[in-house]
């Protein structure tokens, strides 16, 4: 038997105040688009601000049904339409926040391992890193400057 160590390597920011202006311009999008998810069941809204290469910006929130897999999260609702709209732009980075209708939420939120696989599946269609930024309703922002951290054996189209 052979033993592996993987390491992850994160920034965190004490406060959003930290964070260089251009993301703190794109958390702040992520928070708009945040506070209009469509969140009735768990009461759960998730923002997403994605930065393309080509400047323009993608604004996902989730939309969750009855039905619970019917929903779909806010970092995957901007995914797939920047790859609609924007299909061989690369993602630069990614700003993300969590905000509970139940009780505050200040632990940085990362995405679900939905969205993980998704992101991982854009970072190697792209072939560069996408940086993420997340957190929650305030506090502490964590930097991951690639999914490689969030996801470190990925599975992808080599497997196929």
């Known amino acids: 038997m052979k033993e592996i160590e993987i390491k992850s390597v994160f ?12 993301v703190q311009k794109l958390m702040q999008q992520s928070m708009m688009i945040r506070d209009k998810a469509y969140a009735p069941y768990s009461e759960f809204m998730v923002g997403a ?82 940086a993420i930024y997340f957190m929650g309703e305030t506090g502490k922002v964590v930097r991951s400057s690639s999914l490689s951290n969030l996801l470190p054996l990925i599975f992808d189209n080599s497997y196929l």
């Open 11 to 22: 920034q965190i920011y004490d406060s959003f105040d930290e964070l260089p202006d251009d």
């Open 49 to 130: 601000a994605l930065l393309l290469k080509n400047d323009e910006v993608v604004l996902g929130n989730n939309q969750e049904n009855a039905c619970y897999p019917s929903g779909l999260c806010a970092e995957r609702t901007a995914m797939y339409y920047a790859g609609a709209n924007f299909p061989e732009v690369p993602i630069i980075k990614m700003a993300l926040c969590a905000k509970s209708l139940k009780h505050q939420l200040i632990t940085p939120t990362p995405p679900c391992g939905a969205c993980r696989q998704a992101i991982a599946e854009y970072e190697l269609k792209q072939k560069e890193p996408i």
